[in-house]
């Protein structure tokens, strides 16, 4: 098995690192945990989109690069290393992209992929809704052809950045007699449509980061369905594969992991006490050991996507290892740094920048969102063990 990137890969490593030193040090940002979904930073998504690091992997035809899966990986992977702002553009880039590019019409790739690459549009995700997260299928919200329009009515909730975003990927009910995984469809809303009503909903750290969403009579055109009607469900199947799969699901907390290495390091050159702490360097050994088998199984997903093999239990156990991995090093951090680790970055005493307490609290979503644990467990347990489902 080969292990290394091209040339051409480290190359495009070694600029994309260039270029967040150079932002670094125009203090155009400041590495951050979990940025890449918390974070809302329009203009430094603009610059990267002027260098044509938004839709990286859509064909040239509509704006992107063409570069592959393993192209975006790098970009991710520094990104993240980083701790970059990007949650102005990561789902658009990450999922919405290659879905419309799969399932969209001739008009909407022409409308929509140009676009998502100059970082014009953004999209929030709609499918979660207060009776279907893990149970997707039963999402209740409704579509309904009337003419040349759909009338939506529903409600969504924990759609992140829905404030800041031009548009939703909706799911919604298109036929409501149909067994439940028959009748939904996928749509492109306007967030600005009259009867869209956006409220934000406190995430544990006290961030405005996600939202409840109300559609009441929305009149979404009949154009903006996306794919086949009552197809959603085969569709938003695949795309929880792409969502699942990505470096984020490990790197987010990268700025931590890498201030809580140099912090160790530090104190290990003057002898004090952490670093001689058997227990403390056996816990961080244990991390970094965790932290390359997650990197290797998410590596897989992004080959296997490379070469058009389409990831399924793979996404599921690359998600599952690496979400878990980021809850252990922020409970050990948090109990490495006792009292010390509440402090906010405004504290002057505040170990590792300040960033070990919203990491921490940040941490329980990640083993929700994109599926949760259990979920997984169960996905991994019937499509990659094969045992039965009842
Ligand atoms: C930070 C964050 C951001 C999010 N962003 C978005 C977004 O942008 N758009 C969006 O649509 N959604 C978003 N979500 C929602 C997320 O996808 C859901 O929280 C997730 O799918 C779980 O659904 P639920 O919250 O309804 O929990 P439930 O499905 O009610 O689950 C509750 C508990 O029961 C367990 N459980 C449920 N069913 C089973 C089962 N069959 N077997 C075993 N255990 C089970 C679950 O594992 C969980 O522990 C986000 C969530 C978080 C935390």
Same mark, same amino acid.
């Given at each position: 098995?080969?292990?290394?990137?091209?040339?051409?890969?480290?190359?495009?490593?070694?600029?994309?690192?260039?270029?967040?030193?150079?932002?670094?040090?125009?203090?155009?940002?400041?590495?951050?945990?979990?940025?890449?979904?918390?974070?809302?930073?329009?203009?430094?998504?603009?610059?990267?989109?002027?260098?044509?690091?938004? $839709?990286?992997? *859509?064909?040239?035809?509509?704006?992107?690069?063409? *570069? $592959?899966?393993?192209?975006?990986?790098?970009?991710?992977?520094?990104?993240?290393?980083?701790?970059?702002?990007?949650?102005?553009?990561?789902?658009?880039?990450?999922?919405?992209?290659?879905?419309?590019?799969?399932?969209?019409?001739?008009?909407?790739?022409?409308?929509?992929?140009?676009?998502?690459?100059?970082?014009?549009?953004?999209?929030?995700? $709609?499918?979660?809704?207060?009776?279907?997260?893990?149970?997707?299928?039963?999402?209740?919200?409704?579509?309904?052809?009337?003419?040349?329009?759909?009338?939506?009515?529903?409600?969504?909730?924990?759609?992140?950045?829905?404030?800041?975003?031009?548009?939703?990927?909706?799911? #919604?009910?298109?036929?409501?007699?149909?067994?439940?995984?028959?009748?939904?469809?996928? &749509?492109?809303?306007?967030?600005?449509?009259?009867?869209?009503?956006?409220? =934000?909903?406190?995430?544990?750290?006290?961030?405005?980061?996600?939202?409840?969403?109300?559609?009441?009579?929305?009149?979404?055109?009949?154009?903006? *369905?996306?794919?086949?009607?009552?197809?959603?469900?085969?569709?938003?199947?695949?795309?929880?594969?792409?969502?699942?799969?990505?470096?984020?699901?490990?790197?987010?907390?990268? =700025?931590?992991?890498?201030?809580?290495?140099?912090?160790?390091?530090?104190?290990?050159? !003057?002898?004090?006490?952490?670093?001689?702490? =058997?227990?403390?360097?056996?816990?961080?050994?244990?991390?970094? #050991?965790?932290?390359?088998?997650?990197?290797?199984?998410?590596?897989?997903?992004?080959?296997?996507?490379?070469?058009?093999?389409?990831?399924?239990?793979?996404?599921?156990?690359?998600?599952?290892?690496?979400?878990? &991995?980021?809850?252990?090093?922020?409970?050990?951090?948090?109990?490495?740094? $006792?009292?010390?680790?509440?402090?906010?970055?405004?504290?002057?005493?505040? =170990?590792?920048?300040?960033? #070990?307490?919203?990491?921490?609290? &940040?941490?329980?979503?990640?083993?929700?969102?994109?599926?949760?644990?259990?979920?997984? !467990?169960?996905?991994? #347990?019937?499509?990659?063990?094969?045992?039965?489902?009842?």
């Amino acid at each position: 098995m080969d292990f290394q990137f091209t040339e051409e890969q480290e190359r495009f490593r070694k600029e994309i690192q260039q270029f967040l030193d150079g932002e670094l040090a125009a203090g155009n940002f400041k590495p951050q945990c979990d940025a890449w979904i918390e974070i809302y930073d329009p203009e430094f998504t603009k610059r990267l989109a002027q260098r044509g690091w938004i $839709g990286l992997t *859509l064909p040239r035809e509509y704006g992107g690069q063409g *570069l $592959g899966p393993l192209d975006r990986l790098v970009l991710t992977e520094e990104l993240l290393r980083y701790g970059a702002p990007c949650g102005a553009h990561w789902f658009t880039d990450r999922q919405v992209g290659p879905c419309l590019l799969a399932y969209g019409t001739e008009e909407q790739k022409s409308e929509y992929l140009p676009k998502i690459c100059k970082a014009e549009v953004s999209f929030a995700l $709609g499918l979660s809704e207060p009776e279907a997260g893990s149970d997707l299928a039963s999402v209740k919200t409704q579509a309904q052809l009337d003419g040349d329009h759909y009338i939506v009515n529903g409600q969504k909730v924990w759609t992140s950045a829905a404030h800041h975003q031009s548009h939703l990927y909706l799911l #919604a009910r298109t036929d409501p007699d149909a067994p439940k995984h028959k009748g939904i469809s996928e &749509f492109i809303v306007d967030l600005k449509s009259p009867g869209v009503t956006v409220r =934000p909903i406190l995430d544990p750290t006290g961030g405005e980061h996600f939202n409840e969403v109300f559609l009441d009579n929305v009149r979404v055109p009949a154009t903006n *369905l996306v794919g086949i009607e009552n197809n959603g469900w085969k569709q938003i199947t695949s795309q929880l594969d792409y969502e699942r799969s990505g470096m984020e699901r490990l790197m987010g907390n990268y =700025p931590l992991f890498d201030a809580l290495r140099k912090y160790v390091h530090r104190n290990t050159d !003057r002898g004090k006490a952490l670093s001689i702490d =058997p227990v403390a360097r056996y816990k961080i050994a244990e991390l970094e #050991a965790s932290f390359e088998v997650g990197r290797m199984l998410i590596y897989r997903v992004a080959w296997m996507l490379d070469r058009g093999i389409l990831p399924n239990y793979e996404s599921a156990m690359a998600k599952l290892y690496a979400t878990e &991995f980021q809850q252990r090093l922020t409970d050990t951090v948090i109990a490495m740094l $006792g009292s010390y680790g509440d402090l906010t970055s405004e504290s002057k005493y505040a =170990p590792l920048g300040g960033m #070990a307490v919203s990491a921490y609290l &940040f941490s329980p979503g990640l083993t929700l969102m994109a599926g949760t644990s259990e979920i997984l !467990r169960t996905v991994i #347990a019937q499509r990659g063990l094969g045992l039965p489902s009842k």
